[in-house]
């Protein structure tokens, strides 16, 4: 079918814009590198750099391999995994930063009986990608980041930071927005004497969740990173394996 020139150049104008961020972003990905191997209730991924290690937290100690493409960058940005073969939950529970040497931490539970098979692509892309030169300012300065994590003669606003401590028997799930903290049992006896406070600002638009453990005898993990989707609120998950109450002492640091 012919188009008449004035309809293309309205039908194509707005295709040309929609693409440009996809294919901006896609650019800038990095494959990290694929794990394959097999399961058996809960295993940890580490990576920093251009070293990978795995660490079975829970179940037996399978074999697995981690075909490495591309070290880690020493920058801010963001790991995603991509899960071709699997079951269970495959989750980034740390995201790299300079609080924590770079380091991506990615977590895969099986809850089925017995082991399973895995497949999953580790991939990162910068902070901010597909924004290009429109952040600098032309002083040497950040322009529309630094209006979005606080300017302070010249300097970003140090990261807000929630304490949460409690006891928990099985699951618990966290959740942290603009309306506060709010808990919910997902299993066992239920929560026991859960406290937290705030500071440095509290939630906040844009920037990347991380967790410092000081107590924890079961596992921490982040479910939901902040994003306008889903109204800036941070998901936390605190799975605790053995019988009884564990006591989890915690900071979620979101810069």
Partial sequence: MMLSRSFTRRAWAPLVIALAVPLTLQAQERVLGTWNGRVDKEMQLTIRGNNFSSNTLNGQQLNGRFRMQTALPQQDGEVHV?????????????????????????????????????????????????????????????????????????????????????????????????????QRNLGGNGLRNARSSQSGGGVRQGGTVTISSRTARGTVQIVQQPSAANGWTAVLRVHDPQPGYGHYDFDVNWQ
């Avoid at 269970?88 to 995201?95: N, R, T, Y």
């Avoid at 979005?148 to 799930?173: F, H, I, K, P, Q």
Wanted: hydrophobic share 30%; proline share 4%; no cysteine.
């Fill in 82 to 182: 991509a899960v071709s073969r699997g079951r269970g939950e495959v989750a980034v529970v740390q995201q790299p930063s300079s609080a924590n040497g770079y380091t991506a931490i990615v977590r895969m539970r099986d809850r089925d009986p017995g082991a399973d098979s895995y497949r999953v692509r580790v991939s990162w892309t910068p902070m901010y990608a597909g924004r290009g030169n429109r952040d600098m300012n032309g002083r040497g300065n950040m322009g529309n980041r630094s209006r979005e994590m606080g300017r302070g003669n010249g300097r970003m606003n140090a990261a807000s930071v929630l304490r949460w401590t409690g006891d928990v028997d099985s699951e618990v799930e966290i959740r942290w927005g603009p309306n506060g903290v709010t």
